[in-house]
Every structure is written in structure tokens, then in C-alpha cells.
């Protein structure tokens, strides 16, 4: 791997992430090699993945800490991981975003991200099941001063639920208050994505309110970062069939773009120069929601 010196401390410990995940395993030494930087820069790059609750480190090396597919890191442990892939990613699925439309983010660090870049989009009906994002937008009509609702800004609803680990809304009273509703366009970010399981996560309740939100969309949009490719948690809730467009992060290799493209009628790869894009395909039975014409 060459110019690996000059990797930002959040790349490299992804790059560590993705190769303990991938081997089950690795050992300081391969790190070190691999990576091209000292034992002690591997080391302190384990303990921060350590606190992070992402990897559990062994003698000589780091393997996972349990089982991807039960287990449901917080909010702030996912919150230090791909933090430009999802920069990225939020710049571009938020120019998907019609004024004036209503739309839903599902709980997420990455739908977090999409929440800041949505505030200048106006007009917006938003729901979320997440108090994070709520937050956002309410922190931004504050900051408008005082005096009512800043004209354009969004309207937010907030789902009630029983909170998870990830800070999300779940349970029986969200999956009420989002199967009685139809967005225009539902962003959703996912715990693990592939052909075989579709989109899915480690918390059942999350699962089904998950569902929720993709049988009220008009047209779904997924926002997951590279690593969440391949990966399957313990419940699936929606089949790749029912993605309208997958906006990811130019971490993907091109074998996965390949297989994506296969499956799915839009993909955005996101970051770099520019985005790179597969233009989105109506499907049959579903009708996606275009920008208004000029």
C-alpha cells in the first residue's frame, strides 16, 4: 500500500477496521507492514478502535469484539467512523431533496450527517425517528431568532418509541405514527447491506420499524458508507428490489459498484472530483418522485 504515512488517523483505523472485520483478525506486525507506520501508531489506532467498541484487541493484534450481526454499536462509537465517506455521502443525497416535499431519515449517524445539509433545502415536512436529527433542524430554527417559524424551515415531526442503543425511536408507537403516513422520498441508513439478506440490523424492533419506513416511501433512498456493504445483521427488513438508489462513498471497489449496478436501478458513489452516478430507473409499481420542471 503505498503513501500510507500520510493517511489520516480516521483512514487508517477504517483500514484497520475493514481488515480485522474481513480476516476475523490481524497482527500488529501485518498492520505495520500493510500500512507502512510504526508498532506504536498501529497500537494507538487499536485502543481508539478499542474505545470505540468496534474491535476487541488480543495479544499481538485486534479481532472483532462479537458477532456484526448481533451487535448494535452507540450512537458515539459510529459517530467516529467514516467521517468523510459520510460527509460525502450526506452533500450528495441531499441534493436529491425537492423543497417542498416530505421526506423521512431514519435513525443514524449518517442520516445525521444528511439532516445538516437538508437545512438548506426549504420547505421541507420532515419525520424522523431520531432525536439527534430532530435536534438539528429545531437547533437551526432557534438560531433564525426569535419571532415564530423561520420561513422555509423545515417542519419536523418527531416519532415517540423506545430508544436503542444508536439513539433511534422504535417499537409499536413509531411503527404506528410512520405506517399512517406517505413520503415522497425516505432517506434510510442501514446497518448491513447485500444481495443475499437485502438491508438489515442487528436490533429486531429497529427492524420493523425499518419497515415501516420503506412501505410508506414513495421512493427509497439508502445512505451507507462502503463498509456496510457485505454486511448482514441479525434481521433483514427490506430486499435490494425495493432500494430506488443506493448513495454510497468511493471506498467501494469496483467489483462492488459491478455487483451493485446489477441489482439495483440507481447507485451514487459519492467523493472524489465529482460524484459518479448510474441515473435512478423507474421500476414498475413504483413512481419516483422528480424534481419539479423549471
Not at 487499536?46 to 458477532?67: F, M, N, T
Request: net charge negative.
Amino acid at each position: 500500500m503505498s503513501d500510507n504515512q500520510n493517511l489520516l488517523a480516521e483512514q487508517r483505523r477504517s483500514l484497520i477496521l475493514d481488515e480485522v472485520r474481513r480476516r476475523g483478525g490481524v497482527r500488529v506486525n501485518e498492520l505495520t507492514r500493510k500500512l507502512n507506520v510504526s508498532d506504536m501508531t498501529v497500537r494507538r489506532d487499536l485502543d481508539a478502535l478499542a474505545r470505540q467498541g468496534v474491535i476487541e484487541k488480543v495479544h499481538g493484534g485486534a479481532v472483532p469484539l462479537v458477532d456484526a450481526s448481533t451487535h448494535e454499536p452507540g450512537f458515539e462509537a459510529k459517530s467516529a467512523l467514516e467521517l468523510s465517506a459520510k460527509e460525502d455521502i450526506a452533500r450528495a443525497a441531499a441534493a436529491m431533496a425537492v423543497p417542498g416535499s416530505a421526506i423521512a431519515l431514519s435513525g443514524g449517524t449518517t442520516t445525521f450527517a444528511l439532516a445538516h445539509h437538508l437545512l438548506d433545502v426549504p420547505d421541507l415536512t420532515v419525520v424522523t425517528n431520531s432525536m439527534r436529527i430532530a435536534d438539528v433542524f429545531h437547533m437551526a430554527q432557534q438560531a433564525g431568532g426569535v419571532g415564530g417559524r423561520r420561513s422555509g424551515a423545515a417542519m419536523v415531526v418527531l416519532t415517540g418509541g423506545v430508544r436503542t442503543p444508536s439513539d433511534s425511536l422504535v417499537g409499536p408507537v413509531a411503527d404506528q405514527a410512520i405506517g399512517s403516513l406517505h413520503f415522497d422520498m425516505v432517506f434510510l441508513g442501514v446497518h448491513g447491506i447485500s444481495v443475499e439478506a437485502g438491508l438489515s440490523t442487528p436490533n429486531l424492533a429497529e427492524a420493523e420499524t425499518n419497515r415501516r419506513f420503506v412501505q410508506s416511501a414513495r421512493r427509497l433512498v439508502v445512505v451507507a458508507d462502503h463498509t456496510k456493504w457485505g454486511t448482514v445483521g441479525l434481521s433483514s427488513f427490506a430486499t435490494l428490489d425495493q432500494v430506488d438508489t443506493l448513495v454510497t462513498d468511493s471506498g467501494l471497489s469496483a467489483g462492488d459498484r459491478a455487483e451493485i449496478a446489477e441489482h439495483l436501478p440507481g447507485l451514487v458513489v459519492a467523493g472524489g472530483s465529482r460524484d459518479e452516478s448510474l441515473p435512478p430507473v423507474a421500476r414498475a409499481g413504483r413512481d419516483p418522485l422528480d424534481p419539479p420542471a423549471p
